[in-house]
């Protein structure tokens, strides 16, 4: 395992510059999930603890979110 951030944009993504990427390959080793500005890959990241960032994404999911 490396780690090194792999970084990739949703599939759900349409393109239109508002999107984010994540490098999911760190959960295993470091036990967090990076995020990054994709109109910014050189910029600053987020860096969020695994449950964190699972416990927001099944939050979308749900629709628990402010519009």
Same mark, same amino acid.
């Given at each position: 395992m490396t780690d090194t951030p792999r970084w990739f944009t949703s599939s759900y993504s349409e393109n +239109? +510059?508002?999107?984010?990427?994540?490098?999911?390959?760190l959960t295993a080793t470091r036990g967090v999930v990076p995020i990054r500005d994709s109109k910014n890959p050189t910029g600053p990241t987020l860096t969020v603890p695994v449950g964190a960032f699972a416990a927001f994404v099944a939050a979308v999911k749900g629709g628990d979110h402010a519009p």
């Open positions: +239109g +510059g508002a999107c984010i990427e994540v490098a999911a390959n």
